[in-house]
């Protein structure tokens, strides 16, 4: 039995279904659903399905339009009520979930345009509150909904149930919170362009249904599933409402179940298959409960806290206090690049050869500052032949302001130069014209989108000269996945492999650093580091492979648990001072970026935050105090 398809534990108050991958829970649903249409068709019935929109279920239903078109799936008897739409917003809006829901679903399938209800946001202010009533009323006309899909939002709401919700809400309009509109602020580019209300449907409406799933990917929805599945039930959580529905069940894939109890401290659970790293998490989890450091914790301590397992002999707790300090102790280098002509058997990386050449990949023109900048200025100054890898151009990163600043340096340039062709005046011209027609959320013409690539190219080489890489190691790969002018990606293709993979072999690294973010499965971080996987997989037979270290640091946004991180390097005071000034070059993304995502703050503060907290958690745990830490896991492929 594998901790996915463990038994409900005792602090989970709502059915779960762990999978794999998005890909997996997306299929199960999409076969339920099916069923009930082909089941009610038999017998010459509707189904009537509550839909969500939103990332998470993109794959059901490209799931649904690949049954309709490949196994005959019919949606002659279906008949949809969608939870929610924006308030005010129009319904060809491309940020619109009328929009949404004919691109991915509707159009694509032989559904009754008469069976669809999708909340209108152009209804008037005077009309809103009988139009919300009929909504419902029609829900309960058809008989009600079979089966309801449900997406969670990070303040947990679910619909646009945002906290405060009450248990017996009904359709209506309601105020969006805070954190939601800064998560839209993906679709509508600036957050001043997200409506502030919404219409949805209420807890109430969605409890009437007869059966409920709601569906949970990656890493950030998962503090906000175990308050949902294991918190109290609290207006402050809607979907901790759902822990009373009589049929429900949450279909999680391994990340956003991540934070349960059965991964986080499954001794607490009764399930618990004992190995190394968890014995390292529960000593860590230990001594963060208790305050105390590492080597100060008894055999009491472990005995009164559910360890008592870890604790077979008297004073056991010794032993097992020095094993583990040691393991975290052994984390911390200050050579990134190992450390010449020392015994290298308790160190993170090997000694020779003495001066190892790096590729440092960055998704997005500053992560590789931001993530690791202390890193990178230490492997350079140690010697190393390092090369900085820029995988995507970032360009639809960059404010239409900054993008028309630099067309109009252009003209002035043009003035000055007494041979002028008119050429440059050209450019400025188009830009003008293209961003003056541009309307809200549009994508940007090509002439745009270029001048916005090569300000985060300019800005990339300064940061990469400040850390004095050589010119000719810095790259600029501009993967075509990410070339839609969009948020929306293409999929990861051969092309985007290839120019990775022709980086790598060229350089023959000794050392690959590159942006781990495994958890958040449909970002753009994972498809760069899918596309290092593939190249690394093409490479597998070339004889220098097998002396290439991969190690993986985390994006903007998260860090590693402590349990998990096999390189820790220490930043002094100074360190962190130089790997500011090196994240600054990056003007086109301070003060407030085009893409804040969860936090508001710059991405210099953010970076130095997570590099203190995890220096203040070495420091809490009784290892060395220092001013900040960059963090690494080893990666085997
Ligand atoms: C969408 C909806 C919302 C989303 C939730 C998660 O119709 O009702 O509750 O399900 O905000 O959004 P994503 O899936 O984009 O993370």
């Keep these: 039995m594998t901790i996915l398809d463990q038994p409900q534990t005792k602090f989970e108050k709502i059915p779960i279904k762990l999978f794999d991958a998005p890909n997996d829970a997306s299929h199960h649903v999409a076969k339920k659903i099916a069923k009930l249409i082909r089941e009610r068709q038999a017998k010459g019935q509707k189904a009537v399905l509550g839909l969500a929109t939103g990332a998470t279920p993109l794959e059901v239903y490209e799931e649904l339009i690949r049954m309709h078109r490949e196994e005959d799936l019919s949606f002659q008897n279906v008949i949809t009520f969608n939870l929610d739409e924006y308030y005010p917003l129009a319904p060809d809006s491309p ?43 029609k829900i309960d006309e058809v008989g009600g909904i079979d089966i309801q899909l449900l997406g969670i939002g990070r303040t947990g709401h679910i619909g646009f149930n945002e906290p405060g919700s009450h248990l017996h809400s009904q359709t209506r309009v309601v105020k969006l919170d805070p954190l939601t509109i800064s998560d839209a602020t993906r679709e509508f ?89 968890l014995r390292k998490r529960a000593v860590i989890w230990l001594s963060m409960k208790l305050g105390k450091p590492i080597l100060k914790l008894t055999d009491r ?110 003209k002035f340039l ?20 293209d961003l003056s027609k541009k309307k809200q959320g549009e994508k940007d013409s090509d002439i745009v989108r270029s001048i916005k690539g090569l300000i985060r190219r300019g800005e990339a080489t300064a940061a990469c000269r400040f850390c004095e890489v050589k010119d000719e190691n ?29 980086l790598i072999q060229k350089v023959q690294p000794h050392q690959i650093f590159a942006a781990g973010d495994l958890r958040d499965p449909h970002g753009t971080h994972k498809v760069c580091l899918d596309a290092i996987f593939g190249a690394l997989k093409s490479l597998k037979s070339e004889s220098w ?49 085009v893409f804040p995502g969860e936090d508001n703050r710059e991405f210099w503060q953010r970076a130095e935050e997570r590099n203190s907290t995890t220096a203040k958690l070495y420091d809490r745990l009784g290892l060395t105090e220092y001013e900040g830490i960059e963090a690494f896991v080893k990666y085997n492929y």
């Design 95 to 137: 940020q619109s979930y009328n929009f949404y829901m004919d691109h991915y679903l509707f159009d694509h399938i032989d559904i009754p345009k008469e069976n669809i209800n999708v909340p209108l946001g152009t209804v008037s202010s005077e009309e809103i509150s009988q139009y919300c009533e009929d909504y419902e009323a």
């Design 301 to 410: 301590d472990y005995k009164e806290n559910d360890l008592g397992e870890l604790i077979p002999l008297p004073n056991y707790s010794q032993q097992l206090n020095v094993e583990i300090f040691d393991q975290l102790q052994h984390t911390i280098t200050g050579w990134p690049g190992g450390k010449p002509d020392a015994d290298d058997t308790n160190r993170p990386e090997r000694a020779t050869p003495a001066k190892k050449r790096v590729i440092v990949f960055s998704p997005h023109p500053d992560d590789d500052v931001i993530s690791m900048g202390g890193t990178l200025l230490k492997l350079v100054e140690q010697g190393h032949d390092v090369h900085v890898a820029y995988q995507t151009s970032g360009n639809i990163a960059v404010f239409d302001d900054d993008a028309m600043r630099f067309a109009e340096f252009v």
């Design 545 to 593: 492979i097998k002396d290439c270290n991969l190690w993986l640091y985390r994006g903007a946004w998260q860090e590693w648990d402590v349990e998990e991180i096999e390189m820790a390097i220490p930043l002094s005071p100074m360190d962190v001072m130089k790997k500011r000034k090196a994240i600054f070059k990056h003007q086109s993304q301070k003060d407030h970026p």
């Design 414 to 433: 043009e003035l000055k130069d007494a041979k002028s062709t008119g050429h440059y005046e050209e450019i400025h011209r188009q830009v003008v014209e």
């Design 474 to 502: 810095v790259h600029f790969l501009n993967m075509p996945f990410y070339e839609t002018g969009g948020v929306q990606k293409k999929g990861l293709g051969e092309d985007d492999i290839r120019i990775v993979a022709d």
């Design 189 to 277: 580019i600036k957050e001043e362009y997200v409506p502030r209300m919404a219409i949805t449907m209420g807890i109430k409406s969605i409890f009437k249904a007869r059966k409920v799933y709601l569906l949970a990917w990656g890493e950030k929805k998962a503090k906000v599933v175990s308050q949902a599945v294991e918190g109290e039930i609290t207006g402050e959580i809607p979907a901790s409402y759902l822990q009373n529905h009589p049929n429900v069940k949450f279909l999680l894939d391994k990340w956003a179940g991540q934070h349960l109890s059965r991964f986080k401290t499954p001794w607490l659970t009764g399930f618990c298959e004992w190995d190394d790293f």
